[in-house]
């Protein structure tokens, strides 16, 4: 039989996903896509335009709170 002395340790969030998504100001989720960073002058604007800003869907909520429990 195991003791569990003190509290339960807290909810760690996953450091990479912490710095990949952002909550917008009306609650929803956005990340950025990748290959807006460099090297620009050689993609065609469709790839550039594809690589902007992505809404997660809300069916995906539920995954990204098990690993950013404090978002």
């Known amino acids: 039989m195991f003791i569990i002395l003190g509290p339960m ?3 760690k ?3 990479g996903a912490k710095k990949r998504v952002r909550k917008t100001g009306s609650g929803k989720y956005a990340m950025k896509r990748a290959g807006r960073n460099h ?3 050689q ?3 469709k790839a550039k335009r ?4 992505l ?3 809300p069916t995906d909520y539920a995954r990204l ?3 950013l429990p404090n978002l």
């Open 55 to 57: 809404m997660i869907h």
């Open 50 to 53: 594809k690589n902007r800003t």
């Open 39 to 41: 090297l620009l002058m």
């Open 43 to 45: 993609k065609n604007k």
């Open 13 to 15: 969030s996953h450091s």
């Open 65 to 67: 709170k098990g690993v």
């Open 9 to 11: 340790p807290k909810m």
